[in-house]
């Protein structure tokens, strides 16, 4: 369990600055025990059945309030990974908040549908299932080893409808004709926001690291939006809570796309904080308040930013 007392200072007076009146509570969450969560994969087992599942396991789970395939795992997580269930892809293990950026894209059994950094398969494999197998999705990644797990999570959850690319997803546009319904854009971070258990980021951010991070980031959101089609929604999420990844990015495309429109955000049952207005020296559109900002203390989960961009 975190000791409090021994984070670095640069790390308290940034989130200090991020959270303002709520950087106690955001200290005490740290201090607990990382929650753990799976998802039922109803493109193989229906949801009540999964809970029933489960419950005969004796493993205790809980729905998520903003989406009920999304369960709160208390009691026998440890389990889940041995059982027949989960080798027959009935059950896919997922953060809690890493199922929000699909929620946001709302994908459509008739959508086209593009992930540009898909692997290793977690937020793909959940909008084929939110599209019931119905459709079609181009699951993009560049890295080859990741590739591999994607090409498998796909084929374990019984997904169908979605087809493969290995490619840089910045040069995406020069190589495919079509145009999308819809984007995600779940880019590569420094992942900052995985601050309870697993490899919790602490330290001040490397700004010769973030620079390198958010040059790529910048290339993906320009590249998923001109795939995208007039009145198609992109998503762009990160497990980062740094602005540098976020709103900054965010508002270069806005700056260089005027036909790019941020949309609000409502996710019933989802605790979340608007996106910044403004941070340190930077002021940003005030349209970014209707981003997400999921920090840890909103819904015991990883923290993540996401953002709904319409195209007009």
């Known amino acids: ?5 021994k984070l670095p200072k640069p790390f308290l007076e940034r989130f200090s600055a991020l959270l303002g009146d709520e950087f106690d509570q955001f200290l005490r969450n740290l201090a607990q025990p990382s929650e753990n969560f799976v998802r039922v994969n109803t493109l193989k087992v229906p949801l009540k059945d999964g809970q029933e599942r489960l419950a005969e396991m004796n493993i205790e789970a809980m729905p998520l309030p ?9 009691r026998g997580h440890e389990l889940i990974p041995r059982t027949v269930d989960f080798a027959l892809g009935y059950f896919y293990i997922q953060e ?14 008739n959508h086209l549908v593009l ?28 890295t080859f080893q990741r590739i591999t797990s994607l090409g498998h999570n796909l084929q374990l959850c019984g997904v169908s409808n979605t087809i493969v690319l290995h490619e840089d997803g910045r040069l995406l546009p ?23 258990g697993k490899s919790p980021q602490f330290e001040s951010p490397n700004p010769k690291r973030l620079q390198g991070l958010q040059a790529l980031q910048k290339g993906l959101i320009k590249a998923g939006f ?26 270069h495309l806005l700056n260089q796309n005027p036909e790019a429109r941020l949309t609000k955000n409502e996710i019933i049952g ?15 559109n005030d349209m ?25």
């Not at 009920?68 to 208390?74: D, S, T, V």
């Not at 995600?184 to 420094?190: N, R, T, W």
């Not at 605790?271 to 910044?276: R, V």
């Not at 993540?304 to 319409?310: D, G, K, Q, T």
């Open 270 to 284: 989802l605790a979340s904080h608007p996106g910044l207005i403004e941070w340190e020296n930077t002021h940003y």
């Open 174 to 196: 020069q190589s495919l004709s079509l145009k999308f319904d819809r984007v995600l854009v779940d880019a590569p971070c420094s992942a900052s926001g995985h601050l309870r």
């Open 1 to 5: 369990m975190l000791d409090i007392d």
């Open 288 to 312: 970014m308040r209707h981003c997400l900002r999921v920090y840890p203390q909103d819904n015991d989960t990883d923290g993540f930013f996401i953002a709904s961009i319409r195209r007009s």
């Open 115 to 142: 992930d540009l950094c898909a692997a290793p398969g977690s937020k793909t494999t959940q909008i084929s299932q939110m599209m019931g197998n119905q459709g079609a999705i181009i699951a993009n990644d560049r």
């Open 66 to 74: 903003y989406y009920p395939a999304g369960l709160r795992i208390r």
């Open 226 to 251: 001109r795939l995208l089609k007039s009145g198609g929604r992109l998503v762009y999420s990160t497990c980062s809570l740094h602005p540098e990844e976020n709103e900054d990015v965010i508002q």
């Open 96 to 109: 809690g908040a890493s199922m929000v950026p699909p929620i946001s894209l709302a994908p459509k059994p």
